[in-house]
């Protein structure tokens, strides 16, 4: 039977992962996987990660399974980080949150959730939006719609034809907003904006699904919360899925969580049932050791303080980064206007670059990038930043 099986097309983000491994010239250049790496070009362990794992080390006793959900003292830490640890939700009852294998495990359950217990058909994400966005949800029984948010014109948010594209939405459908750090146009909206947006999901009746995977990458760890506090505060129900490979590091751990806000303890306790029911039937338990990292981290304050300043530290590297290769291309003699690169926000930028351009970028000078020329600013190197931006003057 399998030999009736076709090859599927490569995922256009791990894929091109694949060829840039495969590549043999010394000059190559991988901005196209969203992972932060240092000035050495490599992705580094966090010292608290360490120090964290040196502790659990020394006091683990046993290999037994998490419960479903995973342990109460992560999905504590994770509540307190999204919401603030004086927020008077997190004493409500009206919160669950559940372990998940990573963002993506977190945005699948949810998508199971939506289609299976509430019976949601639609789900509306940002144009454009990660690409694994609409595989995760079709792939859970969701129809896919999209609302403008990206104005190729001023590099910035399409609020007007955001909001009318959501005011377009029918009652009961869910919409997916990017928490901070937009993947993939690095575009936020302010906190009047995210006013706005929560008007008119209010109006509307819509369910918010929030996507948040790099909390501390914008502007500071509660900054870039205030988006979602602002929604929680005014909207009685909200799916969280949050993500620790890039605020941690802990990338192949594969630690993640889904955060359902309700309308009252009662419900928070049968969407707790049935997230556990769904979970138990595709991978039956999380697993334990990045879980128990950012636990140890989170409830150990000298060790949350050193993690926020290591987090400060890959933000102020990140933002280097943007504004020298804005003064890159100037120095080529770009007369094309880069400077929004250094206004956007966490790893990703929407260059404008064409898929040509992008293609010769590739075959030419073995630099490597989506094809809808998004950028992984954080894969950008000081050392190779005149060659990078040599290259990109050349194909322009």
Same mark, same amino acid.
């Given at each position: 039977?399998?030999?009736?099986?076709?090859?599927?097309?490569?995922?256009?983000?791990?894929?091109?992962?694949?060829?840039?491994?495969?590549?043999?010239?010394?000059?190559?250049?991988?901005?196209?996987?969203?992972?932060?790496?240092?000035?050495?070009?490599?992705?580094? $362990?966090?010292?608290?990660?360490?120090? +964290?794992?040196?502790?659990?080390?020394?006091?683990?006793?046993?290999?037994?399974?998490?419960?479903?959900?995973?342990?109460?003292?992560?999905?504590?830490?994770?509540?307190?980080?999204?919401?603030?640890?004086? +927020?008077?939700?997190?004493?409500?009852?009206?919160?669950?949150?559940?372990?998940?294998?990573?963002?993506?495990?977190?945005?699948?359950?949810?998508?199971?959730?939506?289609?299976?217990?509430?019976? $949601?058909?639609?789900? #509306?994400?940002?144009?454009?939006? #990660?690409?694994?966005?609409?595989? $995760?949800?079709?792939?859970?029984?969701?129809?896919?719609?999209? @609302?403008?948010?990206? %104005?190729?014109?001023?590099?910035?948010?399409?609020?007007?034809?955001?909001?009318? %594209?959501?005011?377009?939405?029918?009652?009961?459908?869910?919409?997916?907003?990017?928490?901070? &750090?937009?993947?993939?146009?690095?575009?936020?909206?302010?906190? *009047?904006? #995210?006013?706005? $947006?929560?008007?008119?999901?209010?109006?509307? %009746?819509?369910?918010?699904?929030?996507?948040?995977?790099?909390?501390?990458?914008?502007?500071?760890?509660?900054?870039?919360?205030?988006?979602?506090?602002?929604?929680?505060?005014?909207?009685?129900?909200?799916?969280? /899925?949050?993500?620790?490979?890039?605020?941690?590091?802990? @990338?192949?751990?594969?630690?993640?969580?889904?955060?359902?806000?309700?309308?009252?303890?009662?419900?928070?306790?049968?969407?707790?049932?049935?997230?556990?029911?769904?979970?138990?039937?595709?991978?039956?338990?999380?697993?334990?050791?990045?879980?128990?990292?950012? *636990?140890?981290?989170?409830?150990?304050?000298?060790?949350?303080?050193? #993690?926020?300043?290591?987090?400060?530290?890959?933000?102020?590297?990140?933002?280097?980064?943007?504004?020298?290769?804005?003064?890159?291309?100037? /120095?080529?003699?770009?007369?094309?206007?880069?400077?929004?690169?250094?206004?956007?926000?966490?790893?990703?930028?929407?260059?404008?670059?064409?898929?040509?351009?992008?293609?010769?970028?590739?075959?030419?000078?073995?630099?490597?990038?989506?094809?809808?020329?998004?950028?992984?600013?954080?894969?950008?190197?000081?050392?190779?930043?005149?060659?990078? &931006?040599?290259?990109?003057? *050349?194909?322009?």
């Amino acid at each position: 039977m399998f030999e009736r099986v076709s090859v599927a097309p490569a995922d256009p983000i791990l894929g091109l992962n694949e060829a840039f491994k495969a590549e043999t010239r010394a000059e190559k250049i991988n901005l196209g996987v969203g992972v932060f790496k240092d000035a050495g070009g490599n992705t580094p $362990i966090l010292d608290t990660v360490k120090e +964290a794992e040196r502790r659990l080390v020394n006091s683990e006793t046993t290999k037994g399974y998490l419960s479903i959900e995973g342990t109460a003292a992560y999905a504590g830490a994770v509540q307190k980080l999204l919401f603030g640890a004086q +927020a008077p939700l997190l004493d409500s009852g009206r919160v669950t949150t559940v372990q998940a294998p990573g963002g993506t495990g977190a945005l699948r359950i949810g998508a199971e959730f939506l289609v299976r217990q509430l019976g $949601i058909k639609t789900i #509306w994400v940002s144009d454009p939006t #990660w690409a694994n966005h609409n595989g $995760i949800f079709a792939a859970a029984g969701l129809t896919v719609k999209t @609302y403008r948010y990206f %104005d190729a014109d001023t590099r910035g948010l399409d609020i007007d034809g955001m909001l009318a %594209d959501l005011s377009s939405a029918q009652a009961g459908e869910a919409v997916l907003l990017h928490g901070c &750090c937009h993947n993939p146009t690095g575009v936020d909206p302010t906190i *009047a904006q #995210w006013g706005q $947006i929560v008007k008119v999901l209010q109006a509307q %009746d819509l369910l918010p699904f929030m996507d948040f995977a790099y909390q501390g990458f914008a502007a500071g760890v509660d900054e870039d919360a205030a988006g979602l506090r602002l929604l929680v505060e005014q909207m009685p129900e909200v799916f969280i /899925a949050s993500s620790f490979s890039k605020n941690f590091g802990l @990338y192949n751990e594969r630690v993640g969580a889904l955060t359902a806000v309700a309308k009252t303890p009662d419900a928070a306790t049968a969407v707790l049932s049935q997230l556990k029911s769904i979970i138990r039937a595709v991978y039956s338990n999380p697993p334990c050791h990045g879980a128990a990292v950012v *636990a140890t981290i989170l409830t150990d304050p000298e060790l949350t303080a050193r #993690w926020h300043e290591e987090v400060a530290a890959m933000r102020s590297r990140i933002l280097t980064l943007r504004h020298e290769f804005v003064a890159g291309l100037k /120095a080529q003699g770009v007369q094309q206007d880069f400077s929004f690169i250094a206004e956007q926000k966490g790893m990703f930028s929407f260059s404008g670059l064409s898929k040509t351009q992008v293609e010769r970028l590739r075959d030419e000078y073995a630099i490597y990038m989506v094809g809808s020329g998004r950028i992984n600013v954080a894969g950008m190197n000081t050392d190779r930043m005149t060659y990078l &931006c040599k290259a990109i003057a *050349a194909v322009l």
